[in-house]
């Protein structure tokens, strides 16, 4: 971990870049999409104008064509049916009123003298204003060449003034007209190209362009309708007709396509501004998710980390009792690898001894009644290694609760006990060793005490033996003149009496020697219930051994009723034995005189869950620089002491739970106290 930060951290400032490269990169893209499109939207929008302003040219061209050709079919018609003057005026009037765009109809001979000529109704006459002798010009050349050709022939357009101060930009057609064969005159219409324009079909080509005919110099002759072009989509045609030729301009009304107005530019801008804003969006979003998700990852890691170096094994249940997750930990306790543990119905660490009891144990634990009331304190069993050795296991259990509060299941902490049992029971050995010891170092001591008592028993058993000795020597057969022989009655009284003290001594000492024997070999469980009566009795044959030694009396005060304790009995009497021969060995020397010789033990119950022991003594005290190292182990006055009788005492208190301390007065005298737990329950007080 160490080794990364510096190499990550050096990394910092060239991601940097990188990252600042990303961004203008995509920054530069972004503009650069965004100027083509709108470059390409306004190409588009122009072509897309230009394309219809040259398909409409090509409309009206054709329109124009066809209008023209009907003119002629009309002329022709118009012929062939009448020679009669008023027939032709009758019908050379209908055709003017189906044919807005002919101003004027004649009816010339060979000689191209007009016979008949009529007029649209929708205008003033044609000549009204200009003879029509004068401008005849273009109109006879156009019928010299019909003539020539034998066929409909169009004039060059001229410009016929009217009355309004304006005039008729006019085309001509002349057509020969022929009877058998021979040419018998002409027929001439006069076209007005503004109607002409004005008649076109559809009309929509009128409403977004504007349509003219126009010199080859630009000039424009004629135009249809109101709407005026812009002058930059325009489209030129010519119009063929025989003899002469139109040129036809359609000119769009739009203008170039500017920026900001146009809808389509507009719109692909906002639409870039919106993905610009977009990505901004995204990014953030990402940036968001990949720190949710390093952070993810980090307390993913710390997690594993932490149950991996658990030495508590960890495992997660299902509700059906199904295992779904368990700790290294816990397959290093088991011995089972994790597939094992999950693809398994009945876990392969319940020692098969134990299984119907322990499915039966689970079942109640996973009872949806017991969710409430998970058993915080825990349970202790006994699961099974692979090897098939047995170990006790503390179990706490707690329940599963996910993100929406729905109860999935059981987790379990679990603890071998096998190394804390192992401690225990080396704990109780050495125990059981210290006790023998002290044991045996209080006998040890005491065996000067033994030879003192069992003396005197002794020495009566010997003289009372002598006694009877001689008694049997004073017989008659002994011939001592100097003594009477003693009736045979008196002297079986006298040895009788002798043989019962005998008796009588060998039975005490015989309970000297039981009481020692009895305090060495007792064992008792640990921990049993005693009343305090009973405590102090049991250690009273061994004290008065060494009170009548130090010539001392013994007072025991208890309180009623008498208080039962909870104890280690044999390891407390111990300490009651210490503590009392401390205080009469402190009486013994002179300092002390014999009639204060007093050693008083007293119970008292305080706070009512302890029971309060204190011995005390008239001896001459203890100095302060004495009392600091009283409880050291090996710390002793005394000549034959070992010194560790008070640490020893210190000890069994306090794994009781009590405390040992004492108190010594200033003229003499000292109070050694020491506390014990009360059996508490009704329970634990044996009836
Ligand atoms: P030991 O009895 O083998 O010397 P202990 O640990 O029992 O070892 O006592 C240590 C020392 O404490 C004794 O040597 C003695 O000097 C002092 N002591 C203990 N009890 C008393 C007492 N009641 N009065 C005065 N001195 C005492």
Known sequence: MRDDLPRSMSFGPRRRWRRALLWTALVMLMLVAQTLLVALTVSYESSRTQELAEETATLVAAEIRQRAQLVLQGLQALHRRHADRQAWQTEASALLQTHREIVRIERRDTGLRIDDAADSPYRDPLFSRWPRAEMDLETEVACASARRTMSPVFSRSQFVPQHNGLGLEVVDVCVPLQEAGQLVGFGVASIALTALLDELRPPEFARRHEISFVEADGTRLARSGAVRGAGVYVADRVVDLAGTSLQLRVDAVERRPSLIPNLATALVLGLSLGLFVVVLLLVRDARRRAAAEEALAEALAFRRAMEDSLITGLRARDRDGRIVYVNPAFCHMVGFSVDELKQATDPPYWPPEHVPLYRHRQAQRLAPDSIAE????????????????????????????DRSGQHTGWMSAVVDLSAQRKVEDLSRQQQERLQATARLASVGEMASLLSHELNQPLAAIASYATGSLNLL??????????????PPEELNGMLRQGLQRIAEQAERAGRVIKSVHDFVRRRHQAHEVIAADALIESVLPLVRLQARKSGARIEIDIPQPVPRLKIDRTMVEQVLLNLARNGMQAMESDATPLERRVLTLKVRVVQ???AAFSVSDAGPGIAPEVGQKLFTPFFTTRNEGMGLGLSLCRTVIEQHGGAIDFESGSDGGTTFRFTLPLAQTRAEVPA
Do not use: I, K
């Open 608 to 610: 009512g869950r302890w």
């Open 374 to 401: 998970p058993a915080r304190e825990g349970y202790e069993t006994v699961f099974m290694r692979r090897n098939g050795e047995r170990f006790p296991v503390m179990v706490y259990e707690a329940p599963l609760v």
């Open 473 to 486: 020597d004073d017989t008659p057969q002994t011939n001592q003149p100097s003594l009477p022989p003693l």
